[in-house]
């Protein structure tokens, strides 16, 4: 029964398994935060980019956009 005890307790494979899934979890935690944050930056440079865009008004004639299209109505 000792021999067992003093095997158990000598022996680090288990010890070894848990230290790579603490390192596993912290590294899953870093890319989440990492991953998040470029996220967020990445709709921030979206939404500059949508409002920073003049949507076409088909309903203005005066409208620059309308003069890409072969129209009766481009003033220029």
């Known amino acids: 029964m000792s021999g067992h005890i003093k095997r158990f307790l000598s022996e680090d494979v288990a010890a070894t398994a848990i230290e790579y899934g603490l390192i596993a979890a912290l590294v899953s ?5 990492a991953m998040t944050a470029v996220g967020n930056s990445v709709v921030s440079i979206f939404d500059f980019v949508a409002v920073q865009i003049d949507p076409l008004d088909p309903s203005d004639p005066s409208d620059p ?4 299209v072969v129209d009766s109505n481009c003033n220029n």
Do not use: F
């Open 29 to 33: 935690v870093g890319a989440m935060g």
């Open 65 to 68: 956009h309308q003069c890409i």
